[in-house]
């Protein structure tokens, strides 16, 4: 399975930006899918996470209201719409998967997930 992120960029504070989590080589509806993100000299950190039917989704505190997270099971694709965004949502975000074979809950642990994408930067200025 592999996971491509892309969609990161600059934006200017108050902007918006869509991420996009390309999907191959797995049943992707059977995967659940997170977003994390890791900021300069900091550890990686959740930002949000969705089931595998896309009908559960979780966020972190400082992300509810401003990010929306989704899932097209049909294209294989996993996105993360970003709006209102602060200079401390700058890091590189990296798109996560895991198979589940029952479970439809969203999942918040990094321990939860075995594949990554390479990540995309997001640099928010002032």
């Known amino acids: 399975v592999q996971l491509q992120a892309s969609g990161g960029g600059l934006v200017q504070a108050g902007g918006s930006l869509r991420l996009s989590c390309a999907a191959s080589?797995?049943?992707?509806?059977?995967?659940?899918m997170a977003w994390f993100r890791q900021a300069p000299g900091k550890e990686r950190e959740f930002v949000a996470a969705?089931?595998?039917?896309?009908?559960?989704?979780t966020y972190e505190d400082s992300v509810k209201g401003r990010f929306t997270i989704s899932k097209d099971n049909a294209k294989e694709m996993m996105y993360l719409q970003m709006n209102s965004l602060l200079p401390e949502d700058t890091a590189v975000y990296f798109c996560?998967?895991?198979?589940?074979?029952?479970?439809?809950?969203?999942?918040?642990?990094?321990?939860?997930?075995?594949?990554w994408g390479q990540g995309t930067l997001v640099t928010v200025s002032s």
């Open positions: 080589g797995g049943t992707f509806t059977r995967f659940r």
């Open positions: 969705i089931s595998r039917s896309g009908g559960t989704t």
């Open positions: 996560a998967g895991d198979r589940v074979l029952a479970s439809d809950s969203a999942a918040k642990s990094p321990s939860q997930y075995i594949y």
